[in-house]
């Protein structure tokens, strides 16, 4: 199948804007307030230093090189093209596994951003009882919006890479990236921005537990769209002799910063107003709302902003984790771009529907498993176990399974000798025996005594 190439600066802006997405700044804040603040960062970039950056470069040579969908890209660069590689393509499909909760999310954040225009809870009480009605009582509402995300992100995908997801990216990227920065130079005259630094940066070590560690290895991949295949398939688009190390090197450090920046603005606004910054998932919907109730007219036009900004980064980042069953499908099965998109999108809307009923007070029984929500099932699954385990697939598979003069290769026009050994040894002598050590820790099997 011939594929359609990005432009460089059209794929770079579309790999940040996958790994930039509600992760970055729903996600990564709530975490950081859950898992002990510095703690919790240390790991998480200490992860995306010396685990996540080359398991990007590993990851995006093999649909640089293979230039096929994800499937066919394996099989393209496996030593033996007949044997099981290829199946490790099949990474990609996790992705309608993270789109069932990842739309939802997207629509709990348009239905935010309509909200907010009339209506900003002054305090959190309100606040919580908003959060907890829209999300435990109103599933008309929920479905509503989880329909109308699963809309946009399909109308991005039918135009393909060039017409659509390349096109979104350039506008939304960049309007993501100025909405951000303007909230932080705001946050930035509070004194809660002290405040913010210090529980960000604080690295207290006693904080660290096994728990902790699992949670940050596993973000540190969800945040940087590894282990599924997204960033492989818009690799296969990418035009000849493009710099794929120093392109790996921008995506992180637009990811990393966005995260930082968000999650500096976030506790800096919530500190100031004496919030509570473990409040979970519904951090950004309950304590910035209200907030932004409290600058009168100018808060309500930040709210909008924000949940825009934060609508944005979502889509950007939907297309890109439905992208590799679309890609497959088209290849695989020949079908049309629009019969694999809407195949795949009634598949993870449908699948969306009872993940946000097992949130609700009427449903939630029945969809609750081992005593947890079916939502959680499907963030825990996929953040904690499957991307990290395709994380590790990928690096094993650069690592120890294609000849190293093919692997050399791929690198050689970008990097020197030096740099080249540094990154190979990272990818198999500290991402490899780390993400076992990861994995099974998550299994119980090695367990760091909680601190
Ligand atoms: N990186 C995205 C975020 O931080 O929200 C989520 C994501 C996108 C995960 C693409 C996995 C993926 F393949």
């Given at each position: 199948?011939?594929?359609?190439?990005?432009?460089?600066?059209?794929?770079i802006l579309?790999?940040?804007?996958?790994?930039?997405g509600?992760?970055?700044?729903?996600k990564f804040?709530?975490?950081?307030?859950?898992?002990?603040?510095?703690?919790?960062v240390?790991?998480?970039?200490?992860t995306?230093?010396?685990?996540?950056?080359?398991?990007?470069?590993?990851?995006?040579?093999v649909?640089?090189v293979?230039?096929s969908?994800?499937?066919?890209s394996?099989q393209?660069?496996?030593?033996?093209?007949?044997g099981?590689?290829?199946?490790?393509?099949?990474?990609?499909l996790?992705?309608l596994?993270?789109?069932?909760?990842?739309s939802?999310?997207?629509?709990?954040?348009?239905?935010?951003?309509?909200q907010?225009i009339?209506f900003?809870?002054?305090?959190m009480e309100?606040?919580?009882?908003?959060?907890?009605?829209?999300?435990?009582?109103?599933?008309?509402?929920?479905?509503?919006?989880?329909?109308i995300a699963?809309?946009?992100?399909?109308?991005i995908l039918?135009?393909?890479?060039?017409?659509?997801?390349?096109?979104?990216?350039?506008?939304?990227?960049p309007?993501?990236?100025?909405i951000?920065?303007?909230?932080?130079?705001?946050a930035?005259q509070?004194d809660?921005?002290a405040?913010?630094?210090?529980?960000?940066?604080?690295f207290?070590?006693?904080?660290?537990?096994?728990e902790?560690?699992?949670?940050?290895v596993?973000?540190?991949?969800?945040t940087?769209?590894?282990?599924m295949?997204?960033?492989?398939?818009?690799?296969?688009?990418?035009?000849?002799?493009?710099?794929i190390?120093?392109?790996?090197?921008?995506?992180?450090?637009?990811?990393?910063?966005?995260?930082?920046?968000?999650?500096?603005?976030?506790?800096?606004f919530?500190?100031e107003f004496?919030?509570?910054?473990?409040?979970?998932?519904?951090?950004?919907?309950?304590s910035?709302?209200?907030?932004?109730?409290?600058?009168?007219?100018?808060?309500?036009?930040?709210a909008?902003?924000?949940f825009?900004?934060?609508a944005?980064a979502?889509?950007?980042s939907?297309?890109?984790?439905?992208?590799p069953?679309?890609?497959?499908?088209?290849?695989?099965?020949?079908?049309?771009?629009?019969?694999?998109?809407?195949?795949?999108?009634v598949?993870?809307?449908?699948?969306?529907?009872f993940?946000l009923?097992?949130?609700?007070?009427?449903y939630?029984?029945?969809?609750?498993?081992?005593?947890m929500?079916?939502?959680?099932?499907?963030?825990?699954?996929?953040?904690?176990f499957l991307?990290p385990?395709?994380?590790l697939?990928?690096?094993?598979?650069?690592?120890?399974?294609?000849?190293?003069?093919?692997?050399?290769?791929?690198l050689?026009d970008?990097?020197?000798?030096?740099?080249f050994k540094?990154?190979?040894?990272?990818?198999r002598?500290i991402?490899?025996?780390?993400?076992?050590?990861?994995?099974l820790?998550?299994?119980?099997i090695?367990?760091?005594?909680?601190?």
């Amino acid at each position: 199948m011939k594929i359609a190439h990005f432009t460089r600066i059209g794929f770079i802006l579309a790999a940040a804007g996958s790994a930039v997405g509600l992760g970055n700044i729903w996600k990564f804040p709530y975490m950081v307030g859950d898992y002990g603040g510095g703690a919790f960062v240390l790991i998480y970039l200490l992860t995306i230093l010396f685990v996540g950056f080359s398991v990007l470069v590993a990851e995006i040579m093999v649909g640089y090189v293979g230039r096929s969908d994800a499937v066919a890209s394996f099989q393209e660069m496996a030593p033996d093209k007949k044997g099981n590689w290829k199946y490790a393509g099949f990474m990609g499909l996790t992705g309608l596994v993270i789109m069932t909760f990842y739309s939802v999310v997207i629509g709990w954040i348009l239905y935010y951003m309509t909200q907010s225009i009339n209506f900003l809870p002054e305090t959190m009480e309100v606040a919580k009882e908003g959060f907890g009605d829209l999300v435990g009582n109103q599933i008309g509402t929920q479905i509503v919006f989880h329909f109308i995300a699963t809309l946009f992100v399909m109308s991005i995908l039918l135009q393909g890479i060039k017409g659509g997801i390349e096109k979104a990216n350039k506008v939304l990227m960049p309007a993501l990236i100025l909405i951000i920065l303007g909230l932080l130079i705001y946050a930035m005259q509070l004194d809660g921005f002290a405040k913010s630094v210090e529980f960000m940066f604080a690295f207290d070590f006693s904080k660290i537990n096994s728990e902790a560690i699992t949670q940050a290895v596993g973000h540190s991949f969800f945040t940087l769209s590894l282990g599924m295949a997204a960033i492989l398939t818009y690799s296969a688009s990418l035009p000849k002799h493009t710099n794929i190390f120093k392109t790996a090197f921008y995506v992180v450090i637009l990811d990393t910063v966005i995260a930082m920046m968000a999650g500096l603005m976030m506790y800096a606004f919530v500190f100031e107003f004496g919030q509570d910054p473990s409040a979970g998932p519904g951090l950004v919907f309950m304590s910035l709302p209200t907030v932004f109730s409290q600058l009168g007219g100018l808060g309500t036009f930040f709210a909008v902003l924000f949940f825009l900004a934060l609508a944005f980064a979502g889509m950007t980042s939907a297309i890109s984790i439905v992208e590799p069953t679309v890609q497959y499908a088209m290849d695989r099965f020949k079908w049309t771009r629009l019969k694999a998109t809407t195949i795949a999108s009634v598949i993870f809307f449908t699948v969306g529907i009872f993940a946000l009923l097992s949130y609700t007070a009427d449903y939630g029984k029945m969809f609750t498993f081992g005593g947890m929500p079916l939502f959680d099932i499907l963030d825990k699954l996929t953040t904690n176990f499957l991307l990290p385990f395709g994380g590790l697939v990928v690096a094993v598979f650069i690592g120890f399974v294609v000849q190293r003069e093919r692997v050399y290769a791929a690198l050689s026009d970008f990097i020197g000798e030096t740099t080249f050994k540094v990154w190979y040894f990272s990818v198999r002598f500290i991402a490899v025996p780390a993400l076992i050590f990861t994995l099974l820790n998550l299994l119980g099997i090695i367990s760091i005594s909680k601190g």
